[in-house]
């Protein structure tokens, strides 16, 4: 049986109640004989400032650094407001990312028939939408210098953030993007600001040039980021993969994930390089909601975005893509059954926990597994 090192940091608001879920699935995967997981627990964001005075320790870095997967829940909140900026919550989930090269972030927005009401948009829009936006994740103004705010000594203050993409940060992102389509409806979008910004332009042509070059068979269009912004909400089944960079899959993805009902429902993948002698690579997985602080500690979050991403560490850390399948399918029969938590609600009578969300599933899984 193979064995895997985890480390979960649930960090702050929500994070620690979905986290519970995803356990409780990682043990049914242990008590069915599928895999054995060696699990640390560790601190992020809030949670970590609490007890260390930073966003993450040394310590937890370490273990995520030897882990072959991190499984993070959410940081942030309004008690964190005013610590300093080094070591808000963010930073802790900026570091990880970084340090760990996770440069190829997967953020998929599925929506199931069942949710379509739980969406803003009508549903003959969003149902059965299935697209995955490839966000660029160790680059851009994210991470780019200088990154100050100077103060000008004249009563004015000014801030600077900078973009900055070298060719082959485009190129290795570019290669998710195709590779990803290729399993799917072969289409690719890429998005950028080519009529205002320079990286946008350099963008534009590496992903031309590795298109040319590399995966002629793949259809690929380019869009700027605001008309995509536009199309996304207009009509959204047009598109497969959509590649971009670190700010705009940032605003991207938040869009995508109205689509689908909920931002509860994104699960997201964030993967380094594969190393080619171990085969191995570096991986994160994370809902792509936050933290939530307003509905913290109630019992209401809705765990199927940590369930979903633990089911993508399946598929891509550990090769247990059959697993992965049978967790969407158990998502998409609990969704089909009825059960709603407060956020994908829609016109539903019912409400159910946290807790009572992760029970259907598991629930599910047993059947599915039988
Ligand atoms: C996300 C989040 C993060 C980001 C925050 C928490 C730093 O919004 O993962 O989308 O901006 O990348
Ligand atoms: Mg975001």
Known sequence: MPTFNLLLLPGDGIGPEVMAQARRVLDWIEKRGLATFNIEEGLVGGAAYDAHGKAISEDDMKKAMASDAVIFGAVGGPKWDKVPYDVRPEAGLL????DLALFANLRPAICYPALADASSLKRELVENLDIVIV???????YFGEPKTITDLGNGQKRAIDTQVYDTYEIERIARVAFDLAKARKNKVTSSEKRNVMKSGVLWHEVVTQVHQREYKDVELEHQLADALGMQLVRNPKQ???????NLFGDMLSDVAAMLTGSLGMLPSASLGEVDPKTKKRRALYEPV???????AGRGMANPIAMIGSLGMALRYSFGMGKVADQIEEAIAN????????????GSATKIVSTQDMGDA??????????
């Open 289 to 295: 909601h936050g933290s939530a602080p307003d509905i």
């Open 361 to 370: 599933i598991l629930a599910e899984l047993d059947k599915l597994a039988a």
């Open 239 to 245: 598109f497969d993969v959509i590649v971009t960079d």
């Open 334 to 345: 609990v969704l089909a059954s009825g059960h709603r938590t407060a956020d994908i609600r």
């Open 95 to 98: 570091r990880l990312r970084k």
């Open 135 to 141: 966000r660029e994740l160790t680059g851009g103004v």
